[in-house]
């Protein structure tokens, strides 16, 4: 996959297990967030988002925090599986409609 | 609804050359946005147009451009291609009215030799 893992930070957990990802960003102004995740030789699928009025949005096995005191978003799974394995990106819209600014990625293992 | 779809897959080209890559957005999304995918520099964006117009830039050398059709299409255009150009190149779209998810293509992998 493009994102070869030079410098990715790395986050092993066991199936089952719940894992935490987390992000710093870069701009106390931006008010929309999207988590992706992007598998070997594919773009980045959505996740889940959260506009900056609230502070938790949950999905389906998933869930946002936003700190904005901090600027630190993080992305719980639930009972992780090994189709979790991939990249997970965090993003912020600033600056416009659609100019994400994305975050380095961390890697996700999941070991059966 | 089929997603966003990106031509070619796959590109080999030499310094020097110019290369265009194409872009279909998901049918009735307005929005094309362009991003370039590196292992060092990670997901930067390049561009955004929107009915047929640049709304916004990033902070890309000139030799990048692109452009928006009527029907959506976008198209990006290299010239003068670097070794450094070598990258992931993933367009994303979306209605274009604020706040929504980018729904991203699977890139065009180019390579510069």
């Known amino acids: 996959g493009e994102n070869v893992g030079l410098h990715l930070p790395t986050l092993s957990v066991q199936e089952g297990d719940n894992s935490i990802i987390n992000c710093a960003y870069s701009?106390?102004?931006?008010?929309?967030f999207i988590w992706y995740k992007q598998e070997s030789g594919k773009g980045p699928q959505f996740i889940i988002d959260?506009?900056?009025?609230?502070d938790k949005r949950q999905g389906q096995r998933v869930t946002v925090l936003l700190n904005k005191t901090v600027k630190h978003l993080s992305l719980q799974i639930a009972a992780t599986q090994p189709g979790d394995s991939a990249v997970y990106f965090c993003?912020?819209?600033?600056?416009?409609?659609?100019?994400?600014?994305f975050g380095a990625g961390t890697r996700l293992a999941v070991h059966p | 609804k089929a997603g966003v779809t990106q031509t070619p897959r796959y590109l080999i080209k030499t310094r020097g050359q110019q290369v265009t890559l194409s872009c279909s957005p998901i049918?009735?999304?307005?929005?094309v946005s362009w991003y370039q995918q590196t292992p060092g520099q990670g997901l930067q964006f390049l561009f955004e147009?929107?009915?047929?117009?640049?709304?916004n830039k990033g902070n890309f050398p000139g030799r990048f451009s692109g452009r928006q059709f009527s029907n959506s299409r976008s198209e990006m255009n290299v010239s003068t291609l670097e070794l450094g150009d070598s990258a992931l190149y993933l367009c994303?779209?979306?209605?274009?009215?604020?706040?929504?998810?980018?729904?991203f293509g699977p890139g065009t992998r180019l390579l510069v030799l």
């Open positions: 049918s009735g999304h307005r929005s």
């Open positions: 994303a779209s979306n209605l274009g009215q604020g706040q929504e998810t980018q729904y």
């Open positions: 993003a912020e819209v600033s600056g416009g409609y659609n100019k994400l600014i």
């Open positions: 701009n106390s102004a931006s008010d929309y």
């Open positions: 147009y929107f009915s047929e117009t640049q709304r």
């Open positions: 959260i506009r900056s009025n609230m």
